[in-house]
């Protein structure tokens, strides 16, 4: 048993019920944690309901990871020192998910990148100066980041990006007793993968190839994020751990043979902007 009696967390991404990041809270909470949360305005009525009645939610912040002030202005209203803080965030503009890479404009990738990968080292640098030593440090990627998955698109990048700075962020801050790493969790239906074109289907093919053949839910990710998040875990850092019923480690699905695949035909290039 996990227990995290006295210990505060910083978490940043809960959008809905659904949300990886609220998952993750409930489980902080019910191993002892309290916890902060750090929201985007845009549903915040869908929040008020998410925290009435849970008297281990110490306080909400509004927090925009993209801007600098509203950063600041968060570390500076929460009061204390925490033991642990969750970046569950991204976010890409639909102009950029919904046609190939090839066609993705600077704008749309700075924004995807700006807010999905350039928002850890952000909320990391603030966070250094109330994280107690020993501290834990949690973000969320997806296998976009280390092979090509249809509709994510400028997404994989940005997870690409993500997951080397677990890696570097890790190098920084361990001298100082702190830990970052990143779950890499299996699509899961929340709100931002209703962005991702194609999802229904991606979901089908994971519960149909994954070796446990099933999709992952939100709480297989919150119980891996619990020991992350604690001190079992007092030894790892910079690690991506996948939690996606063990689709990672699969080349090709057990039956192909059953599967009728197309002879591969030269694709003509595509039309260039
Ligand atoms: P979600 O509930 O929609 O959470 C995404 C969160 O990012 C929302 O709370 C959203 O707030 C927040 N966000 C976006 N832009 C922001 C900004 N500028 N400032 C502050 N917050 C911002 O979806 P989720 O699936 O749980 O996503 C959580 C994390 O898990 C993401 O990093 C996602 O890539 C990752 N992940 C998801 C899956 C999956 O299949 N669902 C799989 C692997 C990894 P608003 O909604 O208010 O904008």
Same mark, same amino acid.
Not at 33 to 61: H, N
Not at 124 to 134: P, R
Not at 136 to 144: A, C
């Given at each position: 048993?996990?227990?995290?009696?006295?210990?505060?967390?910083?978490?940043?991404?809960?959008?809905?019920?659904?949300s990886?990041?609220?998952?993750?809270?409930?489980?902080l909470?019910?191993?002892?944690?309290?916890?902060?949360?750090?929201?985007?305005?845009?549903?915040?009525?869908?929040?008020?309901?998410?925290?009435?009645?849970?008297?281990?939610?110490?306080?909400?912040?509004?927090?925009?990871?993209?801007?600098?002030?509203d950063?600041?202005?968060?570390?500076?209203?929460?009061?204390g020192?925490?033991d642990?803080?969750?970046?569950?965030?991204?976010?890409?503009?639909?102009t950029?998910?919904?046609?190939?890479?090839?066609?993705?404009?600077?704008?749309?990738?700075?924004?995807?990148?700006?807010?999905?990968?350039?928002?850890?080292?952000?909320l990391?640098?603030?966070?250094?100066?109330?994280?107690?030593?020993?501290s834990?440090?949690?973000?969320?990627?997806?296998?976009?980041g280390?092979?090509?998955?249809?509709?994510y698109?400028?997404?994989?990048?940005?997870?690409?990006?993500?997951?080397?700075?677990?890696?570097?962020?890790a190098?920084?801050?361990?001298?100082?007793?702190?830990?970052?790493?990143?779950?890499?969790?299996?699509?899961?239906?929340?709100? #931002?993968?209703?962005?991702? @074109?194609?999802? *229904?289907? /991606?979901?089908?093919?994971? %519960?149909?190839? =994954? +070796?446990?053949?099933?999709?992952?839910?939100?709480?297989?990710?919150?119980?891996?994020?619990?020991?992350?998040?604690?001190?079992?875990a007092?030894?790892?850092?910079?690690?991506?751990?996948?939690?996606?019923?063990?689709?990672? #480690?699969?080349?090709?699905? @057990?039956?192909l *043979?059953? /599967?009728?695949?197309?002879? %591969?035909?030269? =694709? +003509?290039?595509?039309?260039?902007?």
């Open positions: 048993m996990i227990n995290l009696q006295g210990k505060r967390a910083l978490v940043f991404g809960v959008a809905s019920e659904d990886i990041a609220w998952a993750i809270a409930q489980k909470a019910q191993a002892g944690a309290t916890v902060t949360l750090g929201y985007q305005k845009r549903f915040l009525s869908r929040l008020m309901q998410l925290v009435k009645d849970k008297p281990w939610i110490e306080s909400w912040v509004e927090c925009d990871v993209t801007v600098e002030e950063v600041k202005k968060f570390f500076a209203t929460v009061k020192r925490y642990v803080l969750v970046h569950a965030i991204a976010f890409a503009p639909a950029a998910l919904q046609k190939p890479i090839i066609f993705t404009t600077a704008e749309d990738f700075a924004t995807a990148l700006n807010v999905s990968s350039y928002s850890l080292i952000r990391t640098h603030y966070a250094m100066s109330v994280l107690n030593k020993g834990s440090v949690l973000t969320l990627t997806y296998l976009g280390e092979r090509v998955v249809p509709g698109r400028v997404m994989g990048t940005a997870k690409a990006a993500l997951e080397n700075l677990v890696r570097e962020l190098a920084v801050v361990g001298p100082a007793g702190h830990r970052i790493n990143a779950i890499s969790a299996g699509p899961i239906r929340t709100l #931002a993968a209703s962005g991702v @074109p194609g999802f *229904d289907s /991606i979901l089908d093919w994971m %519960a149909h190839s =994954a +070796p446990l053949k099933r999709n992952v839910t939100q709480e297989d990710v919150a119980k891996a994020a619990l020991f992350l998040l604690s001190d079992l007092s030894g790892v850092t910079g690690e991506i751990l996948h939690v996606d019923a063990g689709y990672h #480690a699969v080349g090709v699905p @057990p039956d *043979d059953k /599967i009728v695949v197309p002879k %591969a035909q030269a =694709a +003509p290039n595509p039309p260039m902007p």
